[in-house]
């Protein structure tokens, strides 16, 4: 006499390691940078002074510049971005920039110049931008 045997009980069964394992696993970790970690090369020594004592030295206070500031936006960069339509405040480029630079006493201009084209086409759209808001002063231009 033959028992009946459900279809399921036929399947082959997966050991429970296979589903539980992870699909992907990590191929890169992070850790904390630690210096001391690190072994110490004594030709390093004049080259870490230099970077550390030069390079990111922060002044509490810089000098205004005596020409103004142009700001002038990359490529699909914009002055002014609207995404619902003027009943909102727009996205501004510089967002913060300006009002800190003005803060500190300088003059900041920005330079409103198409968002994409050829560089001859935006370069002389600057170049107007430029004459019509600085009115013939020297500039320093920020890109």
Avoid at 25 to 43: I, K, S
Avoid at 85 to 102: C, D, F, K, M, V
Wanted: proline share 8%; net charge positive; charged share 25%.
């Amino acid at each position: 006499m033959r028992l009946p045997v459900h279809r399921t009980a036929l399947r082959r069964r997966v050991p429970t390691h296979v589903i539980t394992r992870p699909r992907h696993t990590a191929l890169f970790h992070a850790t904390a940078y630690r210096p001391e970690q690190r072994p110490q090369d004594p030709r390093l020594e004049d080259v870490e002074e230099l970077l550390g004592d030069q390079f990111a030295l922060l002044r509490p206070a810089y000098e205004v510049p005596k020409n103004p500031i142009i700001l002038a936006h990359g490529l699909l960069g914009f002055d002014e971005w609207h995404i619902a339509g003027q009943n909102l405040p727009g996205i501004h480029y510089w967002r913060g920039i300006t009002e800190s630079l003005a803060e500190k006493g300088v003059e900041v201009i920005t330079a409103t110049v198409p968002p994409s084209g050829s560089i001859e086409k935006r370069a002389e759209m600057l170049a107007q931008s430029i004459e019509r808001k600085a009115k013939g002063k020297a500039v320093n231009i920020i890109a």
